[in-house]
């Protein structure tokens, strides 16, 4: 989908068609008042105060049938600046706007747009005339507090997205289709495969078998990997005192995106946000030497962050995740390679899940921001160009972001671009000079002298939590076989004739390690057959009379309408081959 904010044309008609929402809600509902309706990647949105009143698909309806009838009419938008206490006068009945003009500097020009009966405070641009906004659609309402904050009102939100011709509308609307039928969310809930409750809490998503079975196989393939190239693999506890967070600079930092601390006998806890600290505790517990450098210390780690409510989407953004770490303990003279052999174990995992469309962004500090960043600008300079000096020995293409940086070093970040949407930051790896300070981590040079290690911090999925939601978007919820939580379904034609040998061959697949299910219930062959195919299993194997006689199969792959027949010893030879290489 195209970014609109960044097209000039696109995100002044959008902006001009906010306007033209909330002309029209005044208009049906003329006791509303308004917040803010900026312009954002897909469209835009306008934050409304209805009182009592919410927001349906009706209304919706509603409110752009009457924009369409505003547009007709061709009004032209003219821009007026006025002063601070002109503004303050013109919209003394309007909390909302009062509160905005409240926080202009003095001696700012403060803009108006009015078309026809409607006036709202905007910085424009703005179309010419409202008959410019022809093709628009709205599409979709939520909540959302005033300001962001959860201490206040709640307003109601309504976006929607307006494009120069027709044509480009319908496409987009394809899009949002598309998008709609990869939502990991109602993928996630049609095959069972994780769920949220209110009971639970918002962003904390609870992982079904089905959830887990992927899972589980997600863990088993990223630690062969890295049991391969020398991981050693910890466990550690889910929180940790405020002090040790002092001690890492997070709790100066970070503190925000933390859960509130919690006061247990004389010491006061948190829920961990992430894992180095813990880890930096893990190296200092024993005595090191040079030689024992690089080590590689791993964590499959439960962490938790505070999202705002309205942020925390299914698997993709949430409170309680499951991160797939590791610490690189090396020295100076060991960076280099080190950090090389992550990259190429992100590309080696990307290959293996046929990921080709992603990009490399060097992520660096903002100088100015003292208040972010760790305040020590030998450190930075230092890790910012090992961390190019490494990229561009690799030959590895990136861009910089400035401003981007964790507080305690640099990072590379690999972005992703999924099927729809906008990129998304799956793999990180990050330099770290800082922290080991901190903890006064050492290790014994060839002199016998004391030498500070540097740290590299790396998650190749990210988070288990993200990845899933990656990859069931990717696939439609049509995994590969390897992560298929049911691999081969049985379906017998007739209960009272082929259950015996379904059974049979049930007892078969499973005695080799395949994930199968036998369908036994009493329904007809058909509906079966359907749901299999809506649960997205690789192989469906329909057994009837010739089956039982021949001691042979006959399968379906997903996606395919033709059906195969095998011998059972080929077909779980097959199936185990498949698995093995990953398919």
């Known amino acids: 989908m195209k970014n609109i904010k960044e097209d000039e044309r696109l995100s002044k008609l959008n902006h001009s068609c906010a306007h033209l929402l909330a002309q029209a809600v005044k208009h049906l509902y003329p006791n509303a008042l308004f917040w803010v309706g900026p312009v954002i990647e897909e469209g835009f949105y306008y934050d409304i105060d209805l009182g009592d009143i919410t927001i349906t698909d009706e209304d919706l309806e509603k409110i752009e049938k009457e924009m369409k009838k505003i547009s007709k009419d061709g009004k032209r938008i003219y821009r007026e600046e006025i002063s601070k206490e002109e503004a303050l006068e013109r919209f003394k009945n309007d909390p909302y706007k009062i509160d905005l003009i409240n926080n202009f500097e003095e001696g700012t020009i403060i803009s108006c747009y009015t078309q026809g009966d409607f006036t709202d405070l905007c910085r424009g641009p703005h179309v010419e005339s409202v008959k410019e906004l022809k ?82 196989q997600l863990e088993n393939y990223i630690y062969e990997k890295e049991h391969a190239l020398g991981y050693q693999h910890v466990y550690t506890p889910c929180v940790g005192t405020v002090d040790l967070y002092k001690t890492s600079g997070h709790w100066d930092h970070y503190k925000e995106n933390m859960f509130p601390m919690m006061k247990v006998d004389e010491e006061e806890f948190v829920l961990r946000p992430m894992n180095c600290p813990h880890h930096m505790l893990v190296y200092a517990n024993e005595l090191h030497s040079y030689r024992d450098l690089p080590i590689r210390i791993g964590e499959f780690a439960t962490d938790f962050r505070y999202e705002a409510s309205g942020a925390v989407k299914g698997l993709e953004r949430v409170r309680c995740m499951c991160q797939n770490d590791a610490h690189l303990f090396v020295t100076p003279e060991q960076i280099g390679e080190e950090f090389k052999k992550v990259v190429r174990l992100i590309l080696d995992v990307y290959k293996d899940f046929g990921l080709k469309d992603y990009s490399f962004r060097l992520s660096l500090r903002d100088k100015e921001d003292k208040e972010k960043y760790f305040d020590d ?127 049979e061959v049930f007892n078969k697949l499973e005695s080799v390690g395949i994930r199968v299910k036998l369908d036994d219930r009493n329904e007809k062959l058909g509906y079966k057959v359907r749901e299999s195919i809506v649960n997205k299993n690789p192989y469906t194997l329909i057994l009837g009379q010739k089956e039982v006689e021949s001691k042979n199969v006959s399968y379906r792959m997903y996606s395919e309408e033709d059906t195969h027949q095998m011998g059972l010893d080929e077909f779980a030879q097959k199936i185990i081959d498949d698995i093995k290489a990953r398919k």
């Open 377 to 503: 600008d030998e450190m930075w300079n230092m890790a910012e160009n090992k961390l190019r000096e490494v990229l561009d020995d690799f030959g590895v293409p990136y861009y910089e972001a400035v401003g981007e940086a964790a507080f305690y070093g640099p990072k590379l970040d690999v972005e992703v671009k999924p099927a729809v949407g906008p990129e998304v930051t799956l793999s990180t790896c990050q330099l770290d000079f800082l922290l080991p300070r901190r903890f006064e981590l050492f290790y014994i040079d060839q002199n016998g002298e004391k030498q500070i290690p540097v740290v590299i911090h790396r998650a190749i999925f990210g988070t288990f939590d993200r990845f899933t939601a990656f990859l069931l978007e990717e696939t439609k919820g049509a995994l590969p076989l390897w992560l298929s939580p049911t691999q081969v379904d049985i379906i017998p034609v007739n209960n009272e004739y082929h259950l015996d040998y379904s059974k």
């Open 135 to 216: 093709y628009f659609k709205l599409i979709k309402f939520s909540g959302a507090y005033w300001k962001g904050d959860s201490k206040n009102k709640m307003l109601q939100r309504i976006y929607g997205v307006c494009y120069e011709n027709e044509e480009d509308l319908n496409e987009y609307l394809k899009e949002l289709e598309e998008a709609k039928e990869r939502d990991h969310r109602k993928i996630g809930k049609d095959l069972s495969i994780f769920m949220q409750h209110d009971l639970v809490g918002k962003g904390m998503p609870l992982w079904l078998p089905n959830g887990a079975l992927i899972r589980k």
